[in-house]
């Protein structure tokens, strides 16, 4: 394509108007200003058009094609490539461009319109599609692997992307942040870390992306050792003003049990979000620490930081955990008279947890019903709770019957209403909840716990003789528990969840 010329400043100024444009009859005025300007010779332009015209597809797909066919097809695809994910995902506009391309011999042979059309078919959700233009490419440069990769990694195909992955010739900052990311949001924290730790043993330094990931899952392992090392890796570099980073360092902490470090970080900060607030009482929250989440809330009021429906979120779970029955019915009504916040879901399910663990079961109950939303099933997993809590058999049978059509495959919820029926001696209708798991092929998931230790994470799960220190570690518990009793502690007896287990060894 010829150098276009520059853009007048009246042309500028429809540039930075055609995002905004929201109606067909708008679309088509600034279409008709363009054409006597000259605004079909500047790929800019056009792009912009064609952006805005694909956006209303929906309502003018007339127009959107006829552009596509007038435009040179490279412009097409940078366009494409703008566009929200849910607008292309299930469109035939991939296969429109490539066909364009194909008239114009461009598909192959140029390695960066093919890069973009890989990418528009994976943003049509045509990842098989995108593959295929991606085998028959004469030279793929690293753009093209990065674009099929994550291709692979949005579509949720993390296997393919690892294989993909392992073949590169060669790999930039790109590739490695996009498998770290992958394996972090897909809850994959041991993959994540060990993609993060090859990147360094192969010299590639980590930018920003990648290091959010990997803290993510530093947090979800408990892996502070790696945690920390990333955190005076930040301080090294200078990336301590970027707050996100700083964000996702308290969290890592207050996962990994580090309260008094999560604290230091959050302190030292300069200039704090409302994310770092909240990130911090979301931290006491999740460590029991309910006091301290209030203290923090109210702290936050006094320097006039507003805070958003997630902190109102992280202090009603904060009053869940501790029993601050009365705090979390004043914050609620807060939210709502106050800030003028309309509660979600997740907030109605906290305050119902927070009202059934003290024991408020009809109001909990009348809450449920008052909402404008369907009880899903955390808010019904949450009245079976208070009902094993509270002994209340009828309760636990009407939040079963829900949480069968919710979750029909947790065989948790199956557990507890069996134990409510123990507790009771309705051994008849703990054999006929044991008969149903059976027939729906349910079995008692085991729990488990993790600690690192030298940099490894060692996992211990219920009933799992398989660790190769075992016998070690029994013979500590038991020196430990000898102690324990010697300085007139006692054991605490298992709950009932483990007295009436119903599955069968």
Known sequence: MPPPPPLPPTLHRVLAL????????????????????????????????????????????????????????????????????QLLRGSLLA???????????LAASDAHVAASLVQAYCACGRVAAARRVFDEMRARDLVAWNVMIAGYVKSGDLVRARELFEVMPERNVVSWTTLIGAY??????????EVFR????????????????????????????????????????????????????IDMYMKCGCIEK?????????????????????????????????????????????????????????????????????????MVSQYRMKPCVEHYGCMVDILGRAGCLKEAQDLVQEMPFKANAAIWGALLAAARTHGDTGLGE???????????????????????????????????????????????????????IDG????????????????????VLCEINTNMKSVGFVAVPPEPEVLHDIEEG
């Open 456 to 475: 490894m994470v060692h996992e211990f799960t219920s009933r799992d003789g398989s660790h190769p220190c075992l016998h070690r570690i029994c013979k």
């Open 398 to 452: 009407k939040a079963l019957l829900h949480l069968i059509d919710l979750e029909p495959h947790n065989s948790g919820n199956y557990i507890l209403l069996s134990n409510i029926y123990a507790e009771q001696e309705r051994w008849d209708d703990v054999r006929k909840l044991r008969k149903a798991m059976k027939e729906r092929g349910l079995r008692n998931v085991p729990g488990a716990s993790s600690i690192e």
């Open 18 to 85: 055609l995002p905004r444009v929201a109606s067909p009859r708008h679309l088509l005025q600034a279409h008709a200003f363009l054409l006597p300007r000259g605004g079909h010779r500047h790929p800019r332009l056009l792009s912009a058009l064609l952006l805005a015209s694909l956006r209303l597809a929906p309502r003018h797909r007339s127009h959107a094609v006829a552009l596509l066919r007038r435009v040179h097809p490279s412009v097409s695809l940078r366009a494409a490539a703008r566009l929200p994910p």
């Open 184 to 193: 972090a949001q897909m809850k994959q924290p041991e993959e994540a870390v």
């Open 262 to 334: 999560a604290v230091e970080v959050f302190e030292g900060m300069q200039e704090k979000s409302v994310v770092t607030w909240t990130t911090l009482i979301a931290g006491f929250a999740l460590n029991g620490l309910g006091l301290q989440a209030v203290e923090m809330f109210r702290r936050m009021e006094r320097e006039n930081v507003a805070p958003n429906d997630v902190t109102f979120l992280a202090v009603l779970s904060a009053c869940s955990h501790v029993g601050l029955t009365d705090f979390g019915r004043w914050y609620f009504n807060v």
């Open 198 to 249: 090859r990147m360094q043993v192969e010299g590639t330094e980590p930018d920003g992306v990648a290091l959010l990931s990997v803290l993510s899952a530093c947090g979800d392992l408990g892996a502070v050792d790696l945690g920390e090392w990333v955190h005076m890796f930040v301080v090294r570099r200078g990336l301590f003003q970027k707050i996100p980073l700083m964000n996702a360092i």
């Open 95 to 105: 296969p429109q461009l490539h066909s364009l391309l194909l008239r114009a011999g």
